[in-house]
């Protein structure tokens, strides 16, 4: 196994990304390698997958994390059935914990409107990134990897083309987004197209040049461990709740949502591979979806007995 992963793994990083590559080498080197190594290929069975997952749990991993650890190795396996190595993926149908499901924690439009208004008020440099969060839903990496040809403010759109990532949490590097259904046109309000006006004014004012929208004063991309501590900064300083970069997109979903945007639109701008997606997340948001649908049962009915009683 340990000879086997290690051959995937050099495979696999001619087509990963370099952040998905550091996570399935960490997974490899520091827990399945360990755990499984020493055991043939072929001779790995479910027993032993249940208990590399036992032993995970005992030693205090979460129980997601072991589901990512199992999916790394169901996804090395699966490559040596391909491969007619293997007859059988030990991992697939592994007995895996289920992770609790997170409650996620969001703003009210009031807790936006005051962030951005203590954000306006003390001329923070991270204004506008924050206010293109909250008005686009796009995901973190997604703003700080925007390039200025990529921004079309007389045909109120942006396109999405890369994202910004920590490989290990350290080295930033900017890949494609997260889906082929992310790569996708992007409208933009009034408020931020004035955003995107203030923040050019911005880097004219300081001689910037960069092509990135949002960068350091060197023009390199900003850190987005530097971009979190800024924003846990200046939510104790207006007074809203603690919250991470990436909720803003709920916020944005939930506000959308919240405002009977219709679904489709909401997911569409949201940018998930499909409809169901949005659902999935958000579906408990939407109790107007699931009255509009018997309401539209009720009045078909009622306008057929109509025309019948017309007869």
């Known amino acids: 196994m ?10 696999k990083a001619r087509s990963l990304k370099p952040t998905t590559l550091a996570i399935y080498t960490d997974y490899v080197t520091k827990d399945l390698v360990p755990a499984l190594g020493a055991i043939r290929l072929e ?3 479910h027993l032993h997958v249940a208990c590399f997952i036992d032993d995970q749990l005992a030693a205090g991993r979460g129980p997601t994390t072991v589901r990512r650890l ?4 169901s996804s090395a396996l699966g490559d040596a059935i391909r491969k007619r190595r293997l007859h059988d993926n030990a991992a697939r149908h592994a007995p895996l914990p289920h992770p609790p499901k997170r409650i996620m924690p969001c703003w009210t439009s009031t ?3 005051t962030f951005l208004r203590h954000c306006d008020a003390t001329d923070d440099p991270l204004a506008n990134l924050f206010e293109v969060l909250i008005g ?8 700080l990897a925007l390039h200025w ?31 082929k259904s992310s790569h996708a046109w992007v409208g933009l309000s009034d408020r931020v197209i004035a955003a995107f006006e203030r923040q050019r ?4 004012a300081h001689n910037a040049t960069t092509e990135l929208v949002f960068s350091q004063a060197d023009g390199a991309p900003l850190r987005p461990e530097v971009v979190l501590r800024r924003f846990h900064h200046l939510c104790a300083a207006a007074g809203v709740p603690r919250i991470r970069v990436h909720d803003l997109r709920h916020l944005a979903a939930t506000l959308m949502i919240s405002s009977q945007v219709p679904l489709a639109m909401a997911s ?38 109509l025309v019948q009683r017309s007869c």
């Open 201 to 204: 004014r911005a880097q004219a």
């Open 2 to 11: 340990a000879d086997y992963l290690d051959t995937w793994l050099h495979e």
């Open 111 to 113: 807790d936006a409107a």
């Open 70 to 73: 199992v999916a790394t190795l």
């Open 136 to 143: 686009t839903g796009l995901r973190k990496g997604e703003a």
């Open 268 to 305: 569409k701008t949201l940018r998930h591979s499909t409809i169901s997606t949005t659902v999935d997340i958000y579906g408990h948001l939407v109790p107007y979806a699931a009255q509009q649908a018997v309401d539209a049962i009720a009045t078909a009915i009622t306008a057929a007995e």
């Open 43 to 45: 001779k790995l069975n």
């Open 149 to 179: 040809c990529d921004v079309h403010l007389d045909d109120a759109v942006l396109f999405v083309r890369y994202t910004l990532s920590n490989v290990r949490n350290s080295t930033p590097v900017m890949t494609s987004p997260k889906m």
